[in-house]
Nanobody
């Protein structure tokens, strides 16, 4: 049974930083591309970032490029998102997700956790 448990969210002032974590279990974490996605109030899911199985390839949505960094520790089955220079428009529930297919990037993913709330406000 796939489990993805996000943590690290909170309330932060504009310009601040947060580091999100996602603990994965129930599947071979190192075999899957992983994603961060977010859902702002009243909006749909928005893709934020993706990382390949080994961690050497990453990509970011334009709104977060240069401010967010995705990484992973396959030995700990954990995905991370370092968020710097946070803006009010980053306010959302953040979810981690696994690709629907092993070893490749299919651009189709499934979330599995409750998410973690990030609120950027002064």
């Amino acid at each position: 049974q796939v489990q993805l448990v996000e943590s690290g969210g909170g309330l932060v002032q504009p310009g601040g930083s947060l580091r999100l974590s996602c603990a994965a279990s129930g599947f071979t974490f190192s075999s899957y591309w992983m994603y961060w996605v977010r859902q702002a109030p009243g909006k749909g899911l928005e893709w934020v970032s993706v990382i390949n199985t080994g961690g050497g390839r990453t990509d970011y949505a334009d709104p977060v490029k240069g401010r967010f960094t995705i990484s992973r520790d396959n030995a700990k089955n954990t995905l991370y998102l370092q968020m710097n220079s946070l803006k009010s428009e980053d306010t959302a529930v953040y979810y981690c997700a696994k690709d629907d297919r092993p070893t490749i990037y299919s651009a189709s993913y499934t979330t599995g956790g409750q998410g973690t709330q990030v609120t950027v406000s002064s």
